[in-house]
């Protein structure tokens, strides 16, 4: 199986980038792209090639490549950012993923979804409300992905930003969060409450590995008490802009 994540490298506007639930801190920009580097780095070492989304410096939150786009199996659905200031974040990821062979749709107006609110597990798809993401925009993702087999479901999102800063999920389809984050942790069955923030967000590497933030050692622990592998990575100065692991990629299967 081909593995390949699109990524793109953080722009010289990186500290002005959007925020909802965090209070501003200022951000090492420096530091940021050595920690970018290292995630890219990371993603390489698991045996993933990195293909990377050209740059677009004028919008602050293009390093967070994940909410431009929506694949399932051969499909890209483009998304319709929910920030205005994003909407030009989604042709370098349009041109890069039809260059690489898929099939493009995209989400209209006045739909409007953010990737970072869609959380996929088989062919079940769940899509985050409340937030960047409205009901015409993920009525047009489910009529997208209803011809290739997928079940797309609703949920309230309203003390993140995104879907996926609330939950992910492991390989085994257990999803994880943090609780007082969760709006409704019994929509998931099954849930594993985790003991910290930054241990919400996982990306799945392979069935028996993950990458997480190193701001999570409690819930690596008991990810590795589970028997999982796992990969981390310093992301401080994403995680100040309400980003993490999951945001910095697009990950492909193939």
Known sequence: MTKRALVRRPGPRLDDG?????????????????QWEAYVEALRAEGWETVEVPPVDDCPDAVFVEDT???????????RPGAD??????????????????????????????GGDVLKHD?????????????EGLEQLAAHLAPLGADVVGVPVSKVLHLKSA???????????????????????????????GG???????????LMATSAPLTRA??????????SVDLSEFEKLEGCVTCLSVRLRG
């Open 222 to 231: 008991l990810f590795e008490e589970r028997g999982l592998r796992v990969v």
């Open 167 to 197: 939950v992910t999920a492991l390989p085994d389809g257990t999803v994880v969060g943090f609780e007082p984050l969760v709006d409704h942790p019994e929509e998931w069955d099954p849930f594993l409450p985790v003991p910290e923030e």
């Open 123 to 135: 062919r079940t798809v769940w899509v985050g409300l409340g937030g960047r993401t409205n009901s």
């Open 18 to 34: 959007l925020l909802t639930h965090l209070e501003r801190v200022p951000v090492d920009a420096d530091l940021a792209l050595r």
């Open 69 to 79: 786009v929506v694949v399932l199996d051969d499909l890209a659905v483009i998304s």
């Open 85 to 114: 200031e994003r909407k030009p974040e989604t042709a370098g990821t349009e041109a890069t993923l039809a260059a690489l062979g898929y099939r493009i749709a995209r989400i209209e107006a006045p739909g409007t979804l953010d």
């Open 200 to 210: 919400s967000h996982v990306v799945v590497l392979d069935e028996s590995t993950v």
